[in-house]
């Protein structure tokens, strides 16, 4: 692995479901981050954590939650999904202590 | 409402032209950053520019911030067609702890 992958690619969903979408880096950054992607609305934060064992909620955090049991990995899971989750997601993790943030290749979404 | 905001939406130029997107943002910030996505993919970190920075400068990217303004602006010179993508700024602001507010981005096609 190099870099962040995340998991699935893409998923197509019933209202209702439970669904975590996986991130893991090899990078061994302290910070990762999960954002949503829609169109007309730029990136928006979900959740972070700022180090292993602490999380902290973004601008949209309804309807997600995380955690982050250890440096590499940082799931976000959906415990009941509704259409209007449906988004790109994009997970990230800070490269430097300037805030420079490196995005992994995102999983879109669709909750019907 | 976002933080950073960019403009244009979209802008549409010519092989060999040079391409000017602007941010604007609100509040203080620790430092502002450009990203670069590629169509169905994640974003990418092209440049980073402090807040006590006016202008900075990588290959054929200039950056300049105006903290009186609270806006900043990306040009890329001599554009090619791989340029095309979405450009997104985002904010780093000292209240954030280096959670970064993304704007709406712009659509820069550069036409053969």
């Known amino acids: 692995i190099a870099g962040i992958t995340q998991a699935p690619t893409s998923q197509i969903l019933a209202a209702g479901r439970r669904m975590t979408l996986r991130c893991t880096q090899d990078?061994?950054?302290?910070?990762m981050y999960w954002y949503r992607q829609d169109l007309g609305l730029g990136l928006r934060l979900i959740h972070y954590?700022?180090?292993?064992?602490?999380?902290g909620k973004g601008e949209v955090p309804d309807g997600y939650s995380v955690s982050r049991a250890n440096t590499d990995d940082f799931p976000l899971t959906l415990a009941s999904a509704v259409p209007s989750q449906t988004s790109v997601y994009f997970c990230?993790?800070?490269?430097?202590?300037?805030?420079?943030?490196?995005f992994g290749p995102g999983t879109r979404l669709t909750v019907l | 409402s976002q933080q950073g905001e960019e403009d244009p939406q979209a802008l549409s130029i010519q092989e060999g032209e040079n391409a000017t997107m602007n941010c604007s943002y609100k509040?203080?910030?620790?430092?502002l950053q450009w990203y670069r996505q590629n169509s169905g993919r994640g974003l990418v970190h092209l440049i980073l520019?402090?807040?006590?920075?006016r202008e900075k400068h990588s290959g054929r990217l200039r950056v300049t911030l105006d903290t009186s303004k609270k806006s900043s602006s990306l040009l890329i010179t001599a554009s090619r067609a791989a340029d095309t993508a979405s450009y997104f700024c985002a904010t780093d602001l000292e209240t954030s702890g280096s959670r970064l507010t993304f704007g709406e981005g712009t659509q820069l096609t550069v036409n053969p």
């Open positions: 990078m061994r950054h302290n910070a």
């Open positions: 990230a993790s800070r490269v430097d202590e300037l805030g420079t943030q490196y």
């Open positions: 520019i402090r807040s006590n920075e």
């Open positions: 954590s700022n180090t292993a064992g602490t999380t």
């Open positions: 509040t203080s910030i620790n430092n």
